[in-house]
């Protein structure tokens, strides 16, 4: 039903920005809420940002006012937009969708890894002097 693919990471110095894209390779995004994970070496997945499929918007105490979720329906993608990026912010990030397309309703939107079923690849984020 939905295959997903992350783009963007890759090394930036402290203080810089980077745009995560995820993309439905099969399927449309536009039904599902989208979540926005990371998982550093020896450290739990943590959600850090997630959107319904009508917008609504959520983030992580450690990213609030940072980042930047948004999504391009006629586009099929979901961004993450990463601004003012620290070395802590070192990790995989994965996006995600749930099982169903409005499984819970249009404005949900969760930050539990538990609430999601589609995964993508990964992209790497390497903050660094």
């Known amino acids: 039903q939905l295959q997903l693919v992350e783009s963007g990471g890759g090394l930036v110095q402290p203080g810089g920005s980077l745009r995560l894209s995820c993309a439905a390779s099969?399927?449309?995004?536009?039904?599902?809420?989208i979540g926005w994970f990371r998982q550093a070496p020896g450290k739990e997945r943590e959600g850090v940002s997630c959107?319904?499929?009508?917008?609504?918007?959520d983030y992580s105490d450690s990213v609030k006012g940072r980042f930047t979720v948004s999504r391009d329906n006629a586009k099929n993608t979901v961004y993450l937009q990463m601004n003012n990026l620290k070395p802590e912010d070192t990790a995989v990030y994965y996006c995600?969708?749930?099982?169903?397309?409005?499984?819970?309703?249009?404005?949900?939107?969760?930050?539990?890894?538990?609430?999601?079923?589609?995964w993508g690849q990964g992209t790497q984020v390497t903050v660094s002097s």
């Open positions: 959107i319904s499929s009508s917008g609504n918007t």
């Open positions: 099969t399927g449309t995004l536009d039904y599902y809420a």
């Open positions: 995600a969708a749930p099982e169903y397309g409005y499984e819970y309703g249009h404005s949900w939107s969760s930050l539990s890894k538990q609430d999601y079923h589609y």
